[in-house]
Each structure stands twice: as C-alpha cells, then as structure tokens.
C-alpha cells in the first residue's frame, strides 16, 4: 500500500487517499475499510489528491521528486508533476466557505 499521504472525500462519503512510495490513489468506502478502486499514477511518489473542474468530477493528483533516486527518475520521468484523473464516475465535494 505504501504510507497514506493527502486525502480527500467524495460526494458519497469514500476516501481517496494517495500513497506515497507506489504511485497509486486508493479509494476506500470509510464504514467497511474496503477498497474500492485503484488508480495507477506515473510517479512513485504521490502527495496528494483533490476533486476539481467545473464540475468536481476530475481528480488532481501531485507527485514529489524529492528523494528519489536516478533510478527512480529513470522509471518515472513525471514525478514531481501533477495529474488530471478524468472519467472516474464520481464528484468531490464543494468547498466551505468561511464567512467569517
């Protein structure tokens, strides 16, 4: 699984969490802890994760470099970059708004 990073949540309530050291965003229902999709990102590195467009309905995910090494690097050109994960089915949730 590698270590839980940045996370965000869905309109239905799951978990999106990126995982840092295998390059994938993970999608967990929170009241059962299971699994519900992975998704493969070309970096080994992901930081973490958030829902956006127009339409909360693309996923964006960032990616470190820092301490990866020339082989890493190698493998993983984009690392350091960050990614729009579309047609995912789902939508984030809108942003709160301090009124303050």
Do not use: H
């Amino acid at each position: 699984m590698g270590l839980p990073d940045g996370m965000t949540s869905d309109v239905d309530g799951n978990l999106w969490i990126a995982s840092w050291g295998f390059g994938k965003i993970m999608c967990f229902d929170p009241l059962s802890g299971k699994k519900l999709r992975t998704i493969q990102i070309p970096a080994m590195r992901t930081t973490s994760c958030c829902f956006g467009g127009k339409n909360l309905d693309e996923l964006y995910v960032t990616s470190a470099r820092q301490g990866a090494s020339d082989e890493e690097l190698a493998a993983y050109p984009m690392s350091g970059s960050t990614f729009k994960v579309t047609g995912l089915g789902v939508k984030g949730l809108p942003a709160n708004v301090y009124e303050g």
